[in-house]
């Protein structure tokens, strides 16, 4: 019997395309995505259209229960403390065994570059890809496939948590780079106990931020 299957490039295409618009807001939380709208929307066969939102789904972009259409989802509070919760062990032992090693990942080094250039040119969406791009390239680097494999199962969810916060009028871009700073800083000088520090510190300040920013949504719903 014939198996099919799936085009990987066109689904890697269709899957970037639809994390790029529910990452910027374009696709709001709450939205709703069929197989059929995805299928009509991006001109690709309903079976690309379930792959891509199956990927995106198990990247926590996307939410659906059995037999469900997918949803973009509304990040509660009790999904961001649980999320930095996941994180913060995983992203610790990273940076501690490289700061062992004195070892700054070139990618980490790239990473924290862009982040400059976006705070400094205003740019909220590119500085969240650089954020969460210097953060997997300091857990690959740690060398454990397994810890990035754990690592990547909560990436998604926090891409689209740390775009909701910088939306937030008066976030320091600048400020949150150098948070970042500290932590390749600590590192380079072969710290372990400050790069984790100067890591808690970043994560926790993230989630309270995150943790703020909804506690004043929802104190301006009416009713």
Not at 19 to 40: D, F, M, T, Y
Not at 69 to 93: C, K, N
Not at 166 to 195: F, K
């Amino acid at each position: 019997m014939a198996v099919s299957l799936e085009n990987t490039s066109l689904t890697d295409s269709l899957c970037e395309a639809l994390r790029r618009q529910i990452i910027s807001g374009q696709i709001e939380p709450g939205q709703k995505l069929s197989e059929i709208w995805v299928a009509n929307y991006y001109e690709v066969a309903r079976p690309t259209a379930k792959a891509g939102l199956d990927r995106l789904t198990n990247e926590g972009l996307l939410r659906r229960g059995r037999r469900q259409t997918a949803v973009v989802p509304q990040m509660s509070a009790d999904d961001i403390s649980d999320l930095y919760f996941a994180r913060e062990p995983i992203e610790a032992r990273a940076v501690r065994t490289l700061a062992e090693q004195s070892t700054v990942p070139p990618d980490a080094e790239r990473a924290l570059a862009l982040m400059g250039m976006a705070a400094q040119l205003g740019q909220p969406a590119e500085h969240t890809d650089a954020d969460i791009s210097l953060h997997r390239a300091l857990v690959a680097a740690s060398g454990s496939a397994r810890l990035q494999r754990m690592h990547e199962t909560v990436m998604g969810e926090s891409q689209l948590c740390i775009a909701q916060v910088r939306s937030h009028v008066g976030l320091d871009l600048v400020e949150l780079t150098a948070t970042h700073a500290a932590i390749l800083d600590a590192i380079r000088a072969g710290d372990p106990d400050a790069a984790e520090q100067a890591l808690r510190n970043d994560l926790h300040g993230c989630r309270e931020t995150l943790l703020s920013d909804i506690a004043e949504r929802e104190a301006s719903l009416p009713g």
